[in-house]
Each structure stands twice: as C-alpha cells, then as structure tokens.
C-alpha cells in the first residue's frame, strides 16, 4: 500500500498546477465543488478514505467542515495556505486564472477569517506559502 499525503491547500495555491505536472505520482484532485452537498462532507471523507494507499498524492478542500471531519476521523493532513499578508498577490491569481467576480469578492471579503482560522487549526502540519510560492515550491514528491 502507497504511503499517501493528504494536503488541504486554500483557493490559488497551485492544486491544478500540481496535478497537471505530477509526472509519473498518482495525484488526486478531489474538487469539492463536484460533490453532493446534502452529504457533505461525509460523502468527501468516504471519497478520501477510499483512495488513501492508492494514490501518491490527494489534493482537498481547506473548508473548515472538511478539515474538522479529517480530524474526527483521525486523518492526518498537511494544510497549505498563504501568509495573510499577500492577499493582494491572491486575488489578482484569481482574476488570472478567470474565476467570476463572486468568486473574487467572497475571497476578498473573507481573507482574514478564513487565513486566522488557518492559522489557528490545530491537529495538522502547517506550510504558510509566502509571496511567489505555490504548492508545487513546498511539496516535494518522492521520486
């Protein structure tokens, strides 16, 4: 069985980028968003236990919800997120990559809540990416 690393990574750390340049790591993109939301997050849990010793690599939500049932069901994960000082840098990612203008003004309106409860998360290994890093900069896959 795969020795698998679960990292639950804020909006505009470089999942897809990560996941389009895997090389020859089974990587898992687990987008929330696809799931059913009236069995949520139970139904995503399901989801990541399933694919925990078959996949090098699964990438998941930073939703509060989702990373209070990882650790009700003892998962460890590593929670990536940006230092709080950068969300200038964050939320011009998003108008890059094309997210809709809700998507931007959610983000911008919540940035510090949601970064301070980061901060705050106990249970979990921590990696805060600073100005010009992605996720593909602090998680090195074993080759």
Known sequence: MKETMLVSAFPGCGKSHLFKNKGN??????????????EFPKNYIKHIKENIGK????????????????LVN???????????????????????RGNNEQFVKLLEENWETWIADMEKQKGCKHIK?????YLSDVIKLKV
């Open 25 to 38: 790591k089974v990587i898992l993109d687990s987008d929330s968003s696809t799931f059913d939301k009236s």
């Open 74 to 96: 003892g998962i460890k994960f590593t929670l990536v997120y940006p230092d709080i000082s950068i969300k200038d840098e964050y939320i011009q990612r998003y108008i890059d």
């Open 129 to 133: 990416l600073q100005s010009g890093q």
């Open 55 to 70: 996949a090098d690599v699964i990438l998941i939500s930073s939703h509060d919800v989702v990373r209070d049932a990882l």
